[in-house]
C-alpha cells in the first residue's frame, strides 16, 4: 500500500488526518541463537519487510489502536488505566509500549494509531518487535521526547514485553528493528550492547538469502522459552558465572565436566559454540569470505536440533531439502518449535533450492531477501 492510501486508510478509522507515518521492520538472525539472554552475542539483520504506523494524538488521555491485519476493530484504552496485565490480544504490545514509557518519566498521552504490516505475523521474523519499534519511535517523535538513543528504545520496549505482556524476551529483536542499517548485519555484545554495523552485501557476492516461514508455531513455544532460559541461569549457577557468556570457548569441555545433568550440559554446550560461530561468522564476514559462513550455519542448525533441541520436524526438513539441493548452509532463526528458517545459496542455485524446499514443505512461504534499514520515519 502506498504511503497516500496508507493515510486514507488512516481517515477511514479515525475520521481524521495522522501527523505522521513511521515503520519499523521485522528481522532475521543471521547467527546467535538464544544467546541474547545469556548475556552473549547475536547477528540479525533487518529484513525489508515492515510495519508502519500513521498517528495522530489526543488530548483526551484516550489510546485508540487500530491495524489492517486484525479483526475487532478499534481497540480503544485510557491511558491513565493502563497497567501491566490488563490489556489482552494483540493491543497489549502497543499498550504495554507507551506504559513503559510514561513509567520511563516520558510525557506521553494519548493517541490514534492505525497499523499496516509486511511482516508475516508469527513467523519468527519478529513482528511483535515491529509493532514495538515503531510505536515507540512514533510516540517519542510525535512528543518530542530528546536524548533516547536507538538501543535506550529498544531496551524500553523489551522492558515493555517482560513487565506489562508477561514475556522473558531477550533484547535482540527490538534491537535489530531500531538500529539495523541497509545492506549490513548487526553484531551486537548483549553484555554491554556494543554494536558494529558487519557489511553484508549479499547481491554483490553472487549469494541469496531465502527465508522460509514453515508456517507452524508448535503450542508448547511460550512455556519451553521461560524452561530453556530458567535451565541456563541454573547452569551459569553450577558454573560460579554471572551468565553462561562467561564460559570460555577453550574451556568447554571443563565446564561440561563440571555440570551434573545431561540437559545442563546441552544447554550450556550450544550457548558456549553458539557464541563461537557469532564470531566465527563475524571473522569470514570482515575478510569477504561471506560463502564460508555457510557451514557455520548449518552447525548451527544441528546444536539447536541436538543439544539445545527448539527445532522441529517442519525445520528440520527445510534446512535438509535445501542442504540435499546444494545451498551453501541452512538453520532455524528465531526462538523455534516454528517460524522460519533462512538458507543461503549461490545466485544460480536459487531457484533449485526453493523447489527443493516447496517440494520437502509444500506449505512452506518463502522469499529472497537482503538486509533492509532500520526503524524510520516515513513522512
Ligand atoms: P513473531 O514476532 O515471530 O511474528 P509473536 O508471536 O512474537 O510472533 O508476535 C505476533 C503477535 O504480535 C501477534 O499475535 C499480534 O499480537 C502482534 N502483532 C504483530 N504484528 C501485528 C500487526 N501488524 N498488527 C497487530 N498485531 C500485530
Ligand atoms: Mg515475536
Redesign the pocket.
Known amino acids: 500500500m502506498t504511503d497516500a492510501a496508507f493515510e486514507i486508510a488512516f481517515k477511514n478509522v479515525f475520521g481524521r488526518a495522522p501527523e505522521g507515518a513511521w515503520a519499523a521492520p521485522?528481522r532475521v538472525n543471521l547467527i546467535g541463537e538464544h544467546t541474547d539472554y545469556n548475556d552473549g552475542l547475536v547477528m540479525p539483520f533487518a529484513l525489508p519487510h515492515t510495519?508502519r504506523a500513521a498517528v495522530a494524538r489526543r488530548d483526551d488521555g484516550l489510546l485508540r489502536l487500530h491495524?489492517?491485519?486484525?479483526d475487532g476493530g478499534v481497540v480503544e484504552l485510557p491511558v491513565a488505566d493502563l497497567a501491566p496485565g490488563t490489556t489482552e490480544?494483540?493491543?497489549?504490545?502497543p499498550a504495554a509500549v507507551l506504559w513503559t514509557l510514561r513509567q520511563a518519566g516520558h510525557a506521553i498521552g494519548g493517541a490514534d494509531i492505525h497499523?499496516?504490516?509486511t511482516?508475516?505475523?508469527?513467523?519468527?521474523?519478529?513482528?511483535?518487535?515491529?509493532?514495538q519499534v515503531v510505536t515507540a519511535l512514533a510516540l517519542t517523535e510525535l512528543h518530542g521526547v530528546q536524548g533516547l538513543s536507538r538501543q535506550e528504545l529498544a531496551l524500553l520496549c523489551q522492558s515493555s514485553e517482560n513487565t506489562y505482556v508477561g514475556?522473558p524476551v531477550g533484547v535482540m529483536?527490538q534491537t535489530a528493528s531500531a538500529c539495523c542499517t541497509e545492506g549490513h548485519a548487526l553484531h551486537l555484545d548483549v553484555r554491554g550492547l556494543a554494536q558494529r554495523q558487519v557489511p553484508f552485501d549479499l547481491a554483490a557476492e553472487g549469494l541469496r538469502l531465502l527465508v522460509c516461514d514453515t508456517r507452524v508455531?508448535h503450542a508448547h513455544a511460550d512455556g519451553a522459552y521461560g524452561k530453556l532460559r530458567a535451565g541456563c541461569e541454573a547452569a551459569a549457577e553450577v558454573l560460579g558465572v554471572p551468565a553462561l557468556r562467561d564460559v570460555a570457548y577453550d574451556g568447554l569441555q571443563a565446564a561440561l565436566d563440571a555440570l551434573p545433568d545431561d540437559r545442563l550440559r546441552r544447554l550450556t554446550r550450544h550457548v558456549v559454540t553458539e557464541n563461537q560461530r557469532v564470531e566465527e561468522v563475524l571473522a569470514l564476514l570482515d575478510a569477504g569470505r561471506t560463502r564460508e559462513i555457510g557451514p557455520v550455519l548449518t552447525a548451527g542448525h544441528v546444536s539447536l536440533r541436538d543439544d539445545f533441541q527448539v527445532s522441529c520436524p517442519e525445520l528440520d526438513l527445510v534446512v535438509e531439502a535445501a542442504l540435499a539441493a546444494g545451498a551453501l548452509g541452512a538453520r532455524m532463526t528465531?526462538?523455534g518449535f516454528g517460524?522460519s528458517a533462512i538458507v543461503l545459496v549461490e545466485a544460480a542455485d536459487e531457484a533449485a533450492v526453493g523447489a527443493a524446499v516447496a517440494a520437502a514443505l509444500p506449505q512452506v512461504r518463502q522469499f529472497a531477501t537482503v538486509p533492509g534499514p532500520g526503524a524510520r520515519r516515513l513522512w
Request: proline share 3%; aromatic share 10%; hydrophobic share 35%.
Open positions: 521485522g510495519t491495524s489492517a491485519d486484525m490480544g494483540w493491543a497489549r504490545y497499523y499496516d504490516s511482516v508475516p505475523v508469527g513467523g519468527g521474523l519478529s513482528s511483535s518487535a515491529a509493532l514475556a529483536d508455531k528465531g526462538g517460524g
